[in-house]
């Protein structure tokens, strides 16, 4: 992408986000009749908000010690961003209805219910995060499969940045253990820092996952955004395979291949991540992006994809969008005699906040058998 049209594309979401902080505050000024000077200083307040949020964003890549101190706040501001702009747009769209049976002051206990519902689902959210992780079980049947059954547990949308505690990390990795696992998979966004940094990989736990077929990794489009080579250093260092447009035969029994995330588009290299292969054993294709299912389904083989990405949605609006709106979101999907599991993501990105989903780690238990 050439600067300038990075620059443009950062302006014009940049006048999205703070349009709605200000959407935001017109509406519950207008809602609630409050005026001057009250008024602006409750736009000024609410605009001081998203200023804190973009610190935010840009403190949770670097060591920096006054945005480590705010950052979680600021990403909760950001989560509060969304679920409140969705519902006073929800609010809007019932005013329109009290056109037609002019409701005295309608407006103003609209407003008053938009903010008391906008407070509720944010304190549900944060809590979910906070005290839910999931443990999804899905069972395929496999016919190529040489063994009665294999347990994969998929780990997927870690985001580890500079706000997260080491011992947060390291309780999700001792939860997987105690699945017992055969197979261990990562399907990237694993960190947005520089994981070499200070040896930073050395603090999370990495070491406690193990298991009998392996632990795999492949990268997510985070690893980009952070410093590639930093990622690959440090899982070369755990011991950990990153696959990159390429496959591996894990204990005699399944083969797993893995695509990079920036070739997710690209015909070319998923064949190749495919074309070693063993065809007396299944496919299980790791793509971080789900959308590659389309491409790698039609490759000539039975795959299992197992994808990450989407968080599910985590928070409207971008929960409803992705939701009623994408093709893949979250949960099973088939193409022919291909199948994929899309995870909601074992952690988030930005706001330590999911509304109507749950963070979770997949057990994808493979049995020999018919489908």
């Known amino acids: 992408m050439k600067t300038w049209e990075f620059v443009m594309r950062f302006l014009i979401m940049l006048f999205i986000y703070f349009g709605g902080y200000a959407y935001i505050a017109w509406r519950i000024n207008a809602g609630l009749k409050i005026h001057s000077p009250y008024s602006v200083y409750l736009f000024i307040g609410i605009i001081a908000l998203g200023v804190l949020s973009i610190v935010s964003f840009v403190g949770s890549r670097n060591d920096m010690p006054l945005a480590s101190f705010l950052g979680p706040l600021g990403y909760i501001c950001m989560g509060v961003w969304g679920i409140t702009l969705t519902v006073f747009i929800l609010n809007d769209v019932v005013n329109l209805f009290n056109l037609l049976f002019k409701i005295q002051n309608f407006r103003y206990w609209s407003t008053v219910a938009a903010l008391g519902i906008s407070v509720i689902a944010s304190v549900w959210s944060l809590a979910n995060v906070a005290i839910i992780l999931d443990v999804k079980e899905i069972n395929l049947k496999v016919p190529e499969l040489p063994i009665k059954s294999l347990k994969v547990v998929q780990l997927s949308d870690l985001h580890i940045t500079s706000f997260t505690t080491p011992d947060s990390i390291r309780k999700i990795f001792e939860k997987v253990q105690s699945l017992n696992p055969d197979l261990i998979v990562i399907t990237g966004d694993v960190v947005d820092i520089d994981i070499m940094k200070d040896d930073k990989y050395l603090k999370y736990g990495f070491e406690l996952l193990q298991a009998p077929y392996g632990v795999y990794a492949i990268t997510g489009n985070h690893e980009y955004y952070a410093k590639?080579?930093?990622?690959?250093?440090?899982?070369?260092?755990?011991?950990?395979?990153?696959?990159?447009?390429?496959?591996?035969?894990?204990?005699?029994?399944?083969?797993?291949?893995?695509?990079?995330?920036?070739?997710?588009?690209?015909?070319?290299?998923?064949?190749?991540?495919?074309?070693?292969?063993?065809?007396?054993?299944?496919?299980?294709?790791?793509?971080?992006?789900?959308?590659?299912?389309?491409?790698?389904?039609?490759?000539?083989?039975?795959?299992?994809?197992?994808?990450?990405?989407?968080?599910?949605?985590?928070?409207?609006?971008?929960?409803?969008?992705?939701?009623?709106?994408?093709?893949?979101?979250?949960?099973?999907?088939?193409?022919?005699?291909?199948?994929?599991?899309?995870?909601?993501?074992?952690?988030?990105?930005?706001?330590?906040?999911?509304?109507?989903?749950?963070?979770?780690?997949?057990?994808?238990?493979?049995?020999?058998?018919?489908?």
């Open 228 to 371: 590639l080579n930093s990622f690959l250093e440090a899982f070369e260092k755990l011991g950990i395979p990153v696959l990159r447009n390429q496959s591996i035969v894990a204990g005699e029994v399944i083969n797993v291949a893995g695509i990079n995330d920036t070739d997710w588009k690209n015909v070319e290299n998923i064949s190749k991540s495919l074309s070693a292969v063993d065809a007396k054993y299944p496919v299980l294709f790791l793509s971080h992006r789900p959308e590659t299912f389309d491409i790698a389904a039609k490759q000539g083989y039975k795959i299992i994809q197992l994808s990450g990405h989407t968080h599910a949605g985590q928070i409207p609006p971008i929960e409803i969008a992705r939701r009623y709106f994408m093709e893949y979101n979250y949960g099973l999907y088939n193409i022919e005699d291909s199948v994929m599991y899309v995870t909601s993501g074992t952690r988030w990105w930005g706001p330590p906040m999911r509304f109507a989903n749950k963070g979770e780690i997949a057990v994808i238990t493979l049995t020999k058998g018919d489908n």
